[in-house]
């Protein structure tokens, strides 16, 4: 019964390998980190993570997806969700269908969240990956069903959920829908731990708004990646409103760290055995779906 | 009511009109035998967030409200009514009070914002939120939200998620204040009359949306003319708003918690408008017999 949804539907994504560099057909990328020319194909073998600097480039969810799941073993769910355009926005320099069309070329997503199942380390898992190509891996409604389906998905086959998150927040172009999202997952969330079934977090490069505000810190376990900009208000934002200049690594995920906003920062290579060990420690006591 | 309906930015106006009834007016009016409880019991008092227990309608109940000041110095005590992390860890700590010894609580909500300094960031701004978010979404005792004055962003959800939302005539409820929309969306702050408008943040469009569930009629000129009408007309509804969750989810002692935390998170997952061109069963079906 799994695979109709697969043959019929195509993924809500281009596969890995098709569409998916940061900075296509070049031999060369610049790290941001250390300003160094790094080979790209050392950097692919690498995670995308710089072997000078240890700079954590950001990760397509595609990319995100080959990275932390088993060989083959995802299967996306809920691909058919498209954006609709409830307040029918339109500005004077922009509206919401043109920017939607657009996102979808640019990052070859139907929205900023993929869901689907898969498994880690052989541990079957739920896993919620953001985009942040994608408007800015922003939150709007499809977001928000997609993840709210996933737990459901979750709770129906007693998995653990992995969510992994790159956001600026809310989706302004869907105004109220957007904040509402908020709640949404939250209350998702909490139907989940009332279940008692994990929710592993991890934050990555960057995650800031409504999505740090909501599930993305409602989890049992918030895991974050090196360097990894973290917080509540955008650095402008607050350079803005208080005049202030930021100090350097203010909001990083080491920041953080050191402010007990997060668990731990785990170095991209190290993920997949953490988190898979976290998982089968925190389902110690449930049985889960083998 | 009004003759004419008010424009976005004209509510806009209303909302944030300094002589306009506060949490705290509200809490005189209302509010029997009030006894304000301070500090989240780790770092501080957060003035911007009003909490406590007092007795409402003959019943006793927990109240959690922003606070704006009503001129410059007790704004910048109540920092414009824009609440700090452990203004939301302290009402997270009343809502545990709350569902010990099954309190009703009611909200008032009326701020620009959650405070975006960099203190509050250091104290973990986001995760205090989300932390009230998930208080409120695991509280079994019936939630009512008054939306008073202006609902902004996050830092206004944090305290109204809740069973019930009321929103006051001309108050309003957005993603980001008219100014900052009106900023990212148009490049240009000075826009912000057309972004109120635009984005949809007053009480009718969002009772179309589903987002809240009651509009609080105001008196002809505002709540700030009439102060005492507009604080009677909240009484009435969040009686009457309290008296049908009683009906719904009340039980011997306390109340329905499976029904009334499913109930809330439903209410919840409704709200949302996307397409869904889902694969027709009988194409699954023929599939399936194929195989
Ligand atoms: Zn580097």
Not at chain 2, 56 to 64: A, D, E
Not at chain 2, 91 to 98: K, L, P, Q, S, Y
Not at chain 2, 163 to 186: F, G, H, K, Q
Not at chain 2, 217 to 246: M, N, Y
Request: charged share 25%.
């Amino acid at each position: 019964m799994k695979d109709w949804f697969r043959r019929h539907h195509p993924p809500s994504f281009q596969a890995v390998g098709e569409n998916n560099r940061e900075i296509p057909d070049d031999l060369w990328t610049k790290c941001p980190g250390c300003g160094e020319l790094l080979y790209q194909r050392e950097l692919e073998v690498n995670d995308w993570v710089c072997t000078r600097c240890a700079h954590h480039f950001r990760l397509r969810a595609p990319q995100r997806l080959a990275q932390l799941t088993d060989d083959g073993s995802f299967e996306e769910h809920e691909a058919y969700l498209r954006p609709a355009d409830p307040l029918q926005f339109v500005s004077a320099t922009e509206s919401y269908r043109e920017k939607l069309e657009q996102a979808r070329k640019k990052s070859k997503l139907s929205e900023a969240m993929v869901v689907g199942t898969a498994r880690l380390n052989g541990c079957p898992l739920v896993i919620a990956v953001t985009d942040f190509r994608f408007m800015g891996g922003s939150m709007g409604a499809v977001y928000g069903e997609k993840l709210v389906r996933a737990v459901d998905l979750a709770r129906e086959r007693r998995l653990p959920v992995l969510t992994v998150s790159a956001s600026g927040g809310a989706r302004m172009h869907e105004g109220m829908f957007s904040l509402m999202q908020m709640a949404k997952t939250t209350a998702a969330f909490a139907q989940l731990g009332r279940e008692r079934l994990p929710h592993i977090s991890l934050l990555s490069d960057p995650c800031t708004g409504g999505v740090t505000a909501s599930y993305a810190t409602n989890a049992d376990v918030i895991v974050a990646e090196p360097g990894a900009l973290i917080g509540f208000a955008g650095p402008r934002v607050i350079e803005q409103t208080t005049r202030q200049k930021l100090p350097q690594g203010f909001q990083t995920a080491e920041f953080c760290l050191q402010h007990g906003m997060v668990d731990m920062v785990t170095p991209r290579r190290e993920l997949r055995p953490v988190i898979g060990n976290l998982m089968q420690l925190l389902c110690g006591s449930v049985p889960v779906a083998s | 009511m009004h003759p004419e309906p008010r424009t976005a930015w004209e509510r806009v106006q209303l909302a944030r009109n300094p002589a306009r009834p506060k949490t705290l007016d509200y809490i005189d009016g209302l509010i029997e035998r009030w006894v304000e409880l301070h500090g989240d019991r780790a770092h501080g008092d957060d003035k911007a967030l009003v909490t406590g227990v007092g007795s409402f309608g003959g019943r006793s109940v927990v109240v959690l409200g922003h606070q704006r000041g009503s001129d410059t110095r007790e704004n910048l005590a109540r920092n414009f009514g824009m609440p700090r992390p452990e203004a939301y860890r302290k009402a997270v700590r009343m809502m545990e009070v709350a569902e010990k010894f099954v309190l009703p609580v009611i909200c008032f909500v009326d701020t620009p914002g959650a405070d975006p300094g960099m203190q509050s960031e250091e104290r973990g701004q986001a995760v205090a939120i989300a932390g009230s978010l998930y208080a409120l979404a695991n509280l079994p005792v019936p939630v009512v939200v008054v939306v008073i004055g202006e609902g902004g962003s996050g830092g206004a959800l944090a305290i109204s998620t809740g069973d019930r939302i009321l929103m006051m005539e001309n108050s309003v409820y957005s993603v980001a204040s008219p100014e900052a929309s009106a900023t990212i969306l148009w490049h240009d702050a000075t826009k912000a009359p057309e972004a109120a408008e635009k984005m949809k943040i007053t009480p009718p469009d969002l009772l179309e949306f589903g987002i809240v569930d009651r509009i609080v009629a105001e008196p002809p000129d505002g709540a700030h003319a009439d102060a005492e009408t507009a604080i009677r007309s909240v009484g009435t509804c969040i009686q009457t708003t309290l008296e049908e969750l009683d009906a719904f989810y009340r039980t011997d002692r306390s109340y329905d918690r499976d029904r009334l935390l499913t109930a809330r998170a439903e209410k919840y997952r409704r709200i949302g408008a996307w397409h869904e061109d889902r694969p027709q069963l009988t194409e699954v079906y023929s599939d399936v017999a194929e195989a």
